[in-house]
């Protein structure tokens, strides 16, 4: 008997050994951003125009994040191709053909799991994001995409600290642009990252013997996100588009027809409404040429503050 407890011992003992010999220290998983991302002009424009929004109300610059800008370029992407903001699902959804988990806004949102955790989950990002998106049925136009989101207190809010965000500071911006759609995702953690590189700019080149501060897995690439090309881009350049002034959004359907009538009293010819999801936009002009409506929308500005152009 103690021979053969002796010799179970003795195994085990050598088991031990043996495991431990081939078992490698575990590495903390580190996410990543892939290395030739780089985030477009359009992209930048828009980043300036929502600072230099916020300086004229000495609010500071918020810094450009790497990481954020990838989440952003991601899901702009994964609406435009595959379109997971379906019913009951909103423009915060994720689909399942990325390197992140499918997530249905506002049905999946809870105290556990939360879409906000994106950019933790696909990026070096320490902190949650916080998302506002934009989409019009024709490929999105930057004054447009901002002086929407500037009109709408929701969305203006998040541009200018106030509302719910009264307080807070954001550390972090990241702007996305594809095609109808833009989104911006704040954060209130520093990028470790730092500021993303521009298209057609290269990464400084590494000084020897010099720690430049970043992981290396950082810079490793993250799954590659395969998206289809557009099937006709011909067909795009083709369209002829109009400009629209909206001097109204998020207009009650019920408050349509009066509006409507005291903006054709006041003067304005070409009044039409635009429906949405119970709500709309009410123009005031149109025209195909884009310059027209510009100078239109200056004019119409020193009455109406808020008004913006849309192109459809």
């Not at 004229?56 to 990838?70: E, R, V």
């Amino acid at each position: 008997m103690v021979i053969r407890n002796t010799s179970k011992i003795l195994m085990l003992i050598f088991l031990l050994f043996a495991l431990a010999g081939n078992t490698q220290p575990l590495q903390k998983q580190v996410n990543s951003i892939p290395v030739n991302f780089r985030t477009s002009q359009d992209e930048m424009r828009l980043y300036n125009m929502i600072n230099d929004y916020r300086k004229k109300y000495d609010l500071p610059p918020i810094p450009l994040s790497a990481s954020l800008c990838y989440v952003a370029s991601a899901h702009v992407r994964d609406l435009f191709f595959h379109h997971p903001d379906q019913d009951p699902c909103n423009f915060h959804s994720w689909s399942d053909k990325g390197p992140w988990k499918a997530f249905c806004y506002p049905r999946d949102e809870n105290k556990k799991n939360s879409v906000w955790d994106i950019p933790k989950e696909i990026t070096p990002y320490k902190g949650k994001g916080y998302e506002i998106v934009y989409w019009e049925n024709s490929e999105a136009d930057i004054d447009s995409v901002f002086n929407f989101w500037r009109s709408v207190d929701y969305f203006n809010s998040f541009l200018m600290n106030t509302g719910k965000w009264l307080g807070n500071k954001w550390e972090a911006i990241g702007i996305g642009i594809y095609e109808n759609y833009a989104c911006a995702w704040f954060g209130q953690v520093p990028d470790q990252l730092g500021p993303p590189l521009l298209v057609g700019e290269n990464p400084p080149p590494a000084k020897t013997g010099v720690d430049s501060g970043l992981k290396t897995e950082t810079l490793k690439p993250a799954p590659a996100v395969v998206y289809p090309p557009i099937t006709s881009p011909a067909d795009t350049l083709k369209k002829q588009y109009k400009y629209y002034i909206i001097i109204r959004s998020n207009v009650p359907v019920a408050d349509t027809a009066r509006l409507m009538k005291l903006y054709r009293d006041k003067g304005y010819k070409s009044v039409r409404f635009f429906p949405g999801e119970g709500k709309g936009r009410i123009s005031v002009f149109e025209t195909a040429d884009r310059a027209e409506a510009q100078a239109r929308l200056k004019e119409i500005k020193i009455q109406a503050r808020d008004a913006w152009m849309m192109k459809n």
